[in-house]
């Protein structure tokens, strides 16, 4: 069983930067695949960025070049570095795992951008 907690959110105004965290706890060696997701009030949950055990990177063209996503080696924590951040980046930020014990998501974090 892993657990996911993400910090790092908050309110920024349109170019500034955030970096978000994510902790995992438990059985995180069963990891595959770690990702950050994003949903704005009245739309559905998105794909922001994910990272493979290899780590091979994959980011929504809406992000690609302002958002960085990384890990540690044992899955212990990813973070999600956004630069440039724009009014439309605003929405809860969740954590997922995808691991030979199924998925987990974390409770969210708010990202607030201000124009």
């Known amino acids: 069983q892993v657990q996911l907690v993400e910090s790092g959110g908050g309110l920024v105004q349109a170019g500034g930067s955030l970096t978000l965290l994510c902790v995992a706890a438990?059985?995180?060696?069963?990891?595959?695949?770690m990702g950050w997701y994003r949903q704005a009030p009245g739309k559905q949950r998105e794909l922001v960025a994910g990272?493979?055990?290899?780590?091979?990177?994959d980011y929504d063209p809406s992000v690609k070049g302002r958002f960085t996503i990384s890990r540690d080696t044992a899955w212990k924590a990813m973070y999600l570095q956004m630069n440039s951040l724009k009014p439309e980046d605003t929405a809860a930020y969740y954590c997922h795992a995808t691991g030979r014990g199924g998925s987990v998501w974390g409770q969210g974090t708010q990202v607030t951008v201000s124009s």
């Open positions: 990272i493979t055990t290899d780590g091979t990177t």
């Open positions: 438990g059985n995180t060696l069963s990891i595959n695949v």
